[in-house]
């Protein structure tokens, strides 16, 4: 298995600017995690997907963040408008279970807004 | 507010040496404990994940132990490589089950 795929791996932006984080999660994943990571705060988890429905997004920060899966092997996550403070390594994550059983990260996107 | 503390925040060994970090928490109701290990620049990989009635897991060189009376845990390195170079972090779930709770991580600098 090809493992979590997320895309772009980097992306620099201006301010303002709206980015668009893809997710493909392991075939037959059931759950689906967006978790921010910085240097400041660590992992924190943005929202959590069970069978393609949201269950817990109260860690999107602002409304500027919004997350989709319209289907089981896709999954994006989008800031618009972007700020400096955005900037941090978005991962992806899924997990066979409901809940986060042996949870199986991507590669991150790194993201930077200037 | 559920918590994981890790120590030390970083350390240096030689090749071929052993190592012990330390995870300390205050997540209750417990669920697991998990040790990933993130490379620079690349997701974290689920090393051991243990549950309250396990007090040891291995995977390889790696050893996590547990005790869940004292909510603390380890993850003792054996006979490290340079590959063993990463941060080590340390993840407790409580009951919730996909709420966790992330230590700052263990920053371990193997050298030769």
């Known amino acids: 298995d090809a493992g979590v795929i997320q895309s772009p791996r980097h992306e620099v932006t201006e301010m303002g600017q709206e980015v668009t984080l893809r997710c493909k999660p392991i075939s037959g994943h059931n759950s689906l995690f967006w978790y921010r990571q910085t240097m400041m705060r660590g992992l924190e988890l943005l929202i959590y997907?069970?069978?393609?429905?949201?269950?817990?997004d109260s860690g999107m920060p602002e409304d500027r963040f919004s997350a989709k899966m319209p289907n089981a092997s896709f999954s994006t996550l989008k800031i618009q408008p972007s700020e400096p403070r955005d900037s941090a390594v978005y991962f992806c994550a899924s997990s066979l279970l409901q809940g986060s059983g042996e949870l199986f990260f991507g590669e991150g996107s790194r993201l930077t807004v200037l | 507010k559920n918590q994981v503390e890790q120590s030390p925040q970083s350390l240096i060994i030689l090749e071929g040496k052993n190592c012990t970090l330390q995870c300390n928490y205050t997540v209750s109701p417990f669920s697991n404990l998990r040790w990933y290990k993130q490379d620079t620049g690349r997701g974290p990989v689920s090393l051991t994940i243990m549950t309250f009635s396990e007090n040891t897991k291995s995977n390889g060189r790696y050893t996590a132990t547990l005790d869940a009376d004292t909510k603390q845990s380890s993850l003792h390195i054996t006979a490290s490589q340079l590959s063993d170079s990463a941060s080590y972090i340390c993840v407790v779930s409580d009951r919730n089950d996909y709420k966790l709770s992330f230590g700052a991580g263990t920053t371990v600098t193997v050298r030769a």
């Open positions: 997907f069970n069978n393609n429905v949201p269950i817990d």
